[in-house]
């Protein structure tokens, strides 16, 4: 098969690939990923680049095409614009998160007992008389001193174990991970150890993907990084993801490879600005929905997207790094936390764990708001949950220029009500590229306020402000023009945005109202509420009532909990005992299908208006 060049500016970067190729693919074998929420079917337009060279002609006037479209038919110079782009970003700590983890209210009733250690060990040396083998001296030790009895070595420890007992004068420090009572020495070192025991957390989000580096002596976290999920590039939703493996012969496998890939680079990341080796880290905790899972560990997800959703595993065997490529400790055990149902999986079971809620007398909702937007209900007696498909908008799919939280998302608002004019903020301090889920909560919000929409989500004709227009897409708003903005190109809100919104605000509200009838239970019940989610700290309770996202409840029972996926698999790293409860977890959460009878659908029409079609639902909060 031939093969042509294609250039990517303003890099610069040359590649060549077979003919055929679409241009997401070709930029991507120059490690350059660009956006295709809808998993490459060219219907949501966010893989625009442009070409300005082909067959040795140039294209001065050419306008914009669809990268997953366009195939390299000749030789090509094409320009991929950092709109298309997904770009990485950072994830910052609050100094709450950087304190030690053992001060988390779990350990008031629970000991640390972490699920590595390193232990030093001072072993009798052998004689004549003592010729019992180089591990059973090891064993010996670890029976009468540590009480751990028939533990198990990896090969390659076994391999290298007389050497370094005899470099250490049978002084060695072993690395020894315990799983449910079984016990494997992963590593062995000579003498006393020159590092503390270290373990990974690992949040695999459909859209972010967060590692944490942990130190299980002191429970705190050494360092924290996080991106954007490579799987990305073919679809922004599960739906779109599982689609592409289904319809492509090696889909799985690119989609596999594509979450791996980010995990490496994140541990890449954290390990060498830490001067760690890769040896050193023995385990590693894994928390993510349900088609998440089954990705990374290569399992087919196909039957979770179609009637009657069934999973191929809800709780997952303890695999080696080696098996899947993750690179760190090649023996390294890779823990994949349990889930519940199709669509409420191991990000949501470490979240309850991390909150307490399944110990708690309180009654307790908890809402993870992302594309999934998984809900659960209840407290130490029982616990509903459900999931209700919100759609990726409040992270930036979906919307026309919607994009995640990172450096240039919009993540505030205010407009003035007389004059119209747009106050924004955009993360980092940059000029604004466009806007995440907390900046669209604030527009809709504050476009409602101001009278630029209506409560059905229609813009209103606005002759006094130049920023309310007839644009491609329709009626839109103007949040910042072009000559104010990082890309060149206006930031605007169209009415079809807005539509998009008021459906994923809907069926986040109809999911926890249908949750309650359930349950026969007054929303006034509810103790508390928990805000988890990729960008839950930046919420604004009242902005998020106000258009009907969240129940109208006083504002002292909502708490921001941040990232509780990731908390929860650092929970279990850090006690043998929480991966037991968290599968206890796992079987006492029942999952309410929405999709059974018309209470969802019902709830969920009703919820297509801002805030509600029923405003005594909405009481406190003054509309």
Aim: with cysteine; hydrophobic share 40%.
């Amino acid at each position: 098969m031939d093969k042509f060049s294609v250039t990517i500016m303003p890099e610069n970067l040359t590649v060549y690939v077979p003919q055929g190729t679409n241009l997401i693919n070709a930029a991507k074998t120059a490690g350059i990923d660009i956006e295709s929420p809808c998993g490459c079917r060219g219907t949501c337009g966010k893989c625009q680049v442009k070409i300005i060279n082909l067959g040795g002609v140039d294209c001065p006037d050419s306008d914009y095409v669809l990268a997953c479209q366009t195939r390299v038919e000749k030789d090509m110079v094409i320009e991929a614009p950092q709109f298309s782009r997904l770009t990485k970003h950072k994830v910052l700590l609050s100094s709450e998160e950087k304190e030690s983890l053992l001060e988390h209210g779990y350990f008031k009733d629970v000991e640390v007992n972490p699920l590595c250690k390193k232990i030093y060990a001072e072993l009798d040396k052998p004689d004549l008389t003592d010729s019992m083998s180089d591990l059973d001296r090891v064993r010996m030790h670890l029976m009468k001193n540590c009480g751990i009895e028939d533990v198990k070595i990896s090969i390659s420890a076994l391999r290298k174990l007389s050497n370094v007992v005899r470099e250490g004068d049978f002084n060695i420090t072993l690395t020894i991970v315990t799983i449910k009572d079984s016990a494997e020495i992963i590593n062995i070192e000579a003498g006393k150890p020159d590092s503390p025991s270290l373990g990974l957390a690992v949040d695999i989000g459909t859209t972010t993907v967060v590692v944490n580096l942990i130190d299980t002596e002191n429970g705190k976290i050494i360092d924290s990084a996080g991106t954007y999920n490579k799987q990305s590039a073919y679809g922004s939703d599960v739906i779109s993801r599982i689609v592409y493996c289904d319809e492509n012969d090696n889909g799985l496998e690119l989609l596999q490879k594509a979450v791996i890939e980010t995990i490496n680079e994140l541990i890449d990341t954290v390990l060498k600005k830490n001067k760690i080796n890769k040896s050193d880290i023995p385990v590693m905790v894994c928390a993510g929905n349900t088609v998440m899972s089954h990705m990374f560990l290569n399992m087919p997800p196909t039957f979770i997207r179609l009637e009657p959703y069934v999973p191929g595993a809800s709780k997952y065997p303890v695999v080696s790094s080696k098996d899947l490529g993750i690179n760190i400790n090649p023996d390294a055990k890779v823990i994949t936390l349990p889930s519940v149902a199709s669509y409420v999986g191991g990000d949501i079971t470490s979240g309850v764990l991390s909150t307490l809620m399944s110990k708690s007398e309180l009654l307790t909702l908890f809402i993870d708001v992302g594309t999934n937007g998984e809900l659960v209900l209840g407290n130490s007696d029982w616990m509903v949950s459900c999931s209700c498909s919100a759609g990726p908008a409040f992270e930036g799919s979906g919307i026309t220029c919607g994009m995640r939280a990172m450096d240039g998302a919009i993540d505030w608002i205010e407009i003035d009500k007389e004059s119209m004019e747009v106050k924004v903020r955009a993360i980092g301090n940059k000029k604004p590229l466009g806007i995440c889920g907390s900046g669209l909560i604030y527009s809709l919000s504050e476009m409602l306020d101001s009278g630029i929409i209506d409560r059905a989500g229609n813009i209103l004709e606005n002759g006094s402000s130049i920023r309310v227009r007839m644009g491609n897409e329709g009626k839109e708003f103007v949040l910042v023009f072009a000559k104010d903005s990082g890309s060149g190109r206006d930031v605007v809100v169209t009415e079809g945005d807005i539509k998009n919104l008021i459906r994923a605000k809907g069926a986040i509200f109809a999911g926890i109202r249908t949750m309650l009838q359930q349950v026969e239970l007054d929303v006034d019940a509810i103790d508390r509420v928990y805000i988890a989610g990729g960008f839950g700290n930046y919420i604004n309770i009242t902005d998020a009532v106000n258009i009907g996202l969240f129940p109208d409840l006083p504002a002292d029972k909502y708490a921001y909990i941040g990232n509780s996926s990731v908390h929860g698999a650092m929970l279990v790293l850090l006690c043998q005992e929480a991966l037991y409860e968290i599968e206890d977890i796992s079987d006492r959460i029942t999952y309410i299908e929405l999709s059974i009878g018309n209470k969802f659908m019902d709830e969920f029409i009703s919820a297509l208006f801002i805030p509600h079609t029923n405003l005594n639902l909405f009481q406190r909060c003054g509309v």
